[in-house]
Each structure stands twice: as structure tokens, then as C-alpha cells.
């Protein structure tokens, strides 16, 4: 599954690059336009492409020199389920992982400034690198289901946990802009690593008895203390439990915007 995985990725990514190098040599007429002096030095734009992971995702980029800008993204996801849960549903063949994920509600910010550098003859034209940070709030609402035996009969336990974690990451975008007309802009980010540092923690309130606290604290070990990257403590007492997310974060940007030159 998982070099299935890495194959998918890989000719994904090769495909955008493949895209781009088209459409960079059928834009001419549009790369004419946008070296004009009239044209104007903001873009306001749209990542269509996040819709699909119930995100909206928005850009403002102003041109500072003849080939390079700056542009602050805001990214914002109501809390809602979790994208694309039918697919998750049929490749998760236990039912207790599932009961968990199924009832699963996720939103998240962010708010990503960034410089830009492009190769094409002007701003806003041709591929570009830009270095960015990132700031992202991410808030989770997590039924946790468990079950344990007691005196020979299986015990069905529950603990609700809600709460966020914090995350900075800095990285660089690879990515390459057209101008479609005047004033309409197409932006592919062909991909952006990140790399940085998280914190935060999700909680829940239940009365437990000492045996549940046992098998809860248990089971929040099993499921929990493996996570890649982000290292997790959980704590356990009679009034309900606590985890908390610290160490290393790790991110992708990828999207296609729709913008507007004025």
C-alpha cells in the first residue's frame, strides 16, 4: 500500500510540472499582458482546489519589483467532519477504529505569509520559489471509543475529547502563474514542504471509577504513544483525561488558484 502510495504521489506531482510546462508555452499573449505597465500590481486569489478538503483558502499578493512580490494566505475550515470519510469507512476494517473516526469533527486556520521570486520575464508570470511561514490552528472534537472485560463480560467505554493544537512551520512553495487575460490569473502550487514545531492538547470530562480509569489510560497508550512525528502524554485521573501533542509538525501545500489583477 504504501509504494502504491508514493507512486500515486509521485506521477501526481510529475503531472502538475507536465501541466505547467504547457501552459507556459500557450500563454504567451498572456505573459504580453501582464508585462504592461498599466497592469496592476495586486492579486486577490482563490485556491479552488481546497474545496475538495472542505477548506477555503484565500491569497492577496502585491508585486514589489519588476520579478519578485509578497502575498499573506488566510485558510479556514469549519469544523465539520472529516473530508472524504466514505473512502476511510470502506479501508478501515475494524469497527471500533471506525465507530471513533465516523463521529470525528475537525476545523482548522492559518495564516501564511510569503515571498516570491519569479523566472519568468516579469511578476506574476512564468515558475516561482517562495520561502514562507505558517502559522495553523488546528481543533478537533474525538470521540474515543475502548472496550475492556471485566469479571468475564466486555465493558463498552467512552471518553468525548475536544481541544486544538498550535503549529509553526516555515518552508518553501515551488509553483509557476499565468496571466489568462488582463485581469484573470491562474496560480499552480506545484508543491510546498513545511517543516516546523507543534503544541497543544485535547481533553474530556467523565466521572471514572479507578478500574476505568485503568483501561482508559490503556488504551490511550495503544492508540496514542506511536503517532509519526508529533510526540503525545496522556494523563488520566477520576474526573476524565488529557493528551497532549508536542514535537515536530510536518505539512504539504499544494493547490490552484483562480486570481484577480488589479
Known sequence: MKKTFTFTFTKTILSF???ALVLSGNVSYG????TDSETGKHLVKWNVAALALKNYSFQYEQAIGRKTSLALGLRFMPKSSMPFSTLLKNGIDDDQTWESIKDFKTGNFSITPEFRYYFGESVFQGFYVAPFVRYARYNADLPFNYEYQQNGTSIKGKMDFSGGVDTFT???LIGAQWSLSKSISLDLWIIGPNYGFASG??????TLNSMEQDELRKALN?????????????????????????GPWAGLRSGLSIGYRF
Open 17 to 19: 510540472a507536465f501541466l
Open 31 to 34: 505573459q504580453q499582458a501582464g
Open 170 to 172: 516555515g518552508g518553501v
Open 201 to 206: 492538547n485535547i481533553a474530556g470530562k467523565k
Open 222 to 246: 495503544d492508540d496514542f504513544s506511536d503517532l509519526p512525528l508529533v510526540k503525545t502524554k496522556s494523563t488520566v485521573d477520576g474526573n476524565g483525561a488529557k493528551i497532549d501533542f508536542d
